[in-house]
Nanobody, 127 residues
Framework: QLQVVESGGGLVQPGGSLRLSCAAR????????IAWFRQAPGKEREEVSC????????YFLDSVKGRFTASRDNAKNTVYLQMSSLKPEDTAVYYC????????????????????WGQGTQVTVSS
C-alpha cells in the first residue's frame, strides 16, 4: 500500500517558516512522485506542489512560488516541503500522497495522487 505520514505543522507568525515532512511507507520515492495538497476551511483542496524524483521540474502553486521549496532524503524515504515567508492565507491542513506526474495543458507537470492520503498536518499562520 502506498501510505504516507505527514508531520511538521504548527502555529507560526507571518513571515515565519516551517518544514513539513512526508514519510513514505510501503513504497520507494524512486518510482513515485509526491503530491502536496492543502485545504483551508470552506475551500477545496488545492495542489501546492508536485515533487518528482526524476528530471521533471517541481511544480509549485503560483501563490507559493519563491517561498516554498521541496527536497527529499533518500535514506529516510522522506520528502520535505520547506515553507518560508508564510502568510495567513497559507493556513490550511496540508496533505501529501504518492502520485504520478502528468503533463498538463499549460506545459507543467502536476501530480495525480495514486496512494492514500495521510492524516494531514495543520499549518496556522497568525500573529
Amino acid at each position: 500500500q502506498l501510505q504516507v505520514v505527514e508531520s511538521g505543522g504548527g502555529l507560526v507568525q507571518p513571515g515565519g517558516s516551517l518544514r513539513l515532512s512526508c514519510a513514505a511507507r510501503g513504497f520507494t520515492l524512486d518510482y513515485y512522485a509526491i503530491a502536496w495538497f492543502r485545504q483551508a476551511p470552506g475551500k477545496e483542496r488545492e495542489e501546492v506542489s508536485c515533487f518528482s524524483s526524476g528530471d521533471l521540474s517541481t511544480y509549485f502553486l503560483d501563490s507559493v512560488k519563491g517561498r516554498f521549496t521541496a527536497s527529499r532524503d533518500n535514506a529516510k524515504n522522506t520528502v520535505y516541503l520547506q515553507m518560508s515567508s508564510l502568510k495567513p492565507e497559507d493556513t490550511a491542513v496540508y496533505y501529501c500522497a504518492a502520485a504520478f506526474p502528468y503533463l498538463s495543458g499549460d506545459g507543467t507537470y502536476h501530480c495525480r495522487p495514486v496512494g492514500s492520503w495521510g492524516q494531514g498536518t495543520q499549518v496556522t499562520v497568525s500573529s
